[in-house]
């Protein structure tokens, strides 16, 4: 196997174990509780693809377990074996403690850790009334085991393995559950998750995610630039909507539009393009191409989706023009030997900045991609 690929995998495989803050997800859920201080309320908890003994998630839900009101907290971790990502791992002496402990068990089977009561007669509920047990399988999500306790679960919050983010998000709208989960900001674009964001059936959180840590809460952090938190549990900052200024006034007075004229209308699209979020004219009815980072300030009562450019989601925008007989110039005119058909759906423009690639034709013809863009329209 080519070494790149090798080292495309490795990373995959680390970046699946980076676990999260416990202030990344404080932070997060309180603005669901500030919104609906009942949201939680008599609601099963699941927290899948996790650790127990040291994730955040399962200390976070436990220690707020009375003030959210909830009825049970599950958290459910995966058998070390199974990990891609290989470490000299040792049980925690939380387990080898315990009588339950044992070590053929220990490696190959995931856990279960399970709040409901107050076990310890202490006269609260808390994370040392925490029941666990092993698993009969390694716990991975996808088993009968853990879906059966999705099925029993109101609410699905967790940070899922990274590389299995699409299959994560299918399993859990499978269920028809609620859902707060981190991921890239790009899977806003991906086919799966793409129509469920069109159709206000899941949105951003309210907040960026962009430190972890691995192993253990001592580790370095970690950077994964652009995650974000996916929901489908409604917030206060959703419902804000964006204060803009008209075409004329941005066109105007508007930094990031200097020397631009008018709005440049795409070669493929029947849409305008709108480079940044804060040039989006609010006098404007036909549809706009707005970047991904839009998502972060999306109020439905303001605006709808129709589609994005990545393929097969934009039936509603289609496009009106292939580049299949354009070829990929370098900004020095050179050929890069590739051929138009691959800029085919991204949203093209008219021109050449003589600073990135471009496409043309055998008349001369000259036009630019735009990075991904998300198509949308002004609600009436
Ligand atoms: C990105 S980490 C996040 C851990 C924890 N939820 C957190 O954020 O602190 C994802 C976890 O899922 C585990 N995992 C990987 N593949 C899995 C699978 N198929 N089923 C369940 N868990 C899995 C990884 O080993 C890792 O512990």
């Not at 995966?78 to 387990?95: G, N, V």
């Not at 929901?231 to 930094?255: C, E, V, Y």
Request: hydrophobic share 30%; glycine share 6%; charged share 25%.
């Amino acid at each position: 196997m080519a070494k790149n690929a090798n080292l495309g995998q490795a990373k995959a495989a680390k970046n699946d174990e980076f676990y999260t803050q416990y202030a990344d997800i404080q932070k997060e859920v309180n603005a669901y509780i500030e919104y609906n201080p009942d949201v939680f309320r008599g609601k099963t908890i699941l927290l899948p693809c996790d650790d127990p003994e040291w994730s955040n998630f399962t200390k976070f839900f436990a220690q707020n377990f009375e003030f959210f009101g909830l009825k049970k907290l599950i958290s459910t971790s995966y058998a070390i074996e199974s990990k891609k990502y290989k470490t000299d791992w040792q049980p925690t002496l939380f387990e080898t403690e315990n009588p339950m402990y044992n070590v053929e068990k220990s490696r190959i089977k995931g856990k279960i850790f399970t709040l409901t009561h107050d076990t310890n007669a202490n006269g609260r509920i808390d994370i040392d009334d925490l029941q666990w047990s092993y698993l009969e399988g390694d716990g991975d999500f996808r088993s009968a085991e853990v879906t059966a306790l999705r099925d029993e679960a109101d609410i699905i919050i967790t940070n899922p393995p990274f590389s299995l983010f699409r299959e994560f998000l299918a399993w859990i709208m499978e269920g028809g559950k609620q859902c707060l989960v981190i991921g890239n900001m790009n899977a806003i674009t991906y086919k799966e998750v793409f129509p469920l964001i069109k159709d206000n059936k899941l949105w951003l959180g309210t907040t960026d995610v962009r430190w972890f840590y691995q192993e253990s809460t001592n580790s370095p952090l970690y950077e994964a630039a652009h995650s974000r938190w996916f929901t489908n549990i409604d917030h206060g900052a959703r419902h804000k909507p964006l204060q803009l200024m008209s075409m004329a006034d941005n066109l105007k007075f508007n930094k990031k539009l200097k020397g631009q004229t008018e709005y440049q209308h795409y070669d493929n699209y029947d849409a305008i393009e709108v480079p940044y979020t804060e040039v989006i004219p609010n006098d404007y009815s036909g549809v706009m191409g707005v970047p991904i980072s839009f998502m972060d300030k999306y109020c439905p009562e303001q605006f709808e989706i129709l589609g994005s450019t990545q393929r097969g989601c934009h039936d509603l925008v289609p496009d009106t023009r292939k580049y299949d007989d354009y070829w990929e110039c370098k900004p020095n005119g050179e050929r890069t030997g590739s051929s138009g058909g691959k800029t085919n759906e991204n949203g093209n423009l008219l021109k050449n900045d003589g600073v990135h690639n471009y496409f043309e034709n055998i008349e001369g013809r000259q036009i630019q991609s735009t990075y991904g863009r998300i198509f949308i329209r002004k609600k009436q």
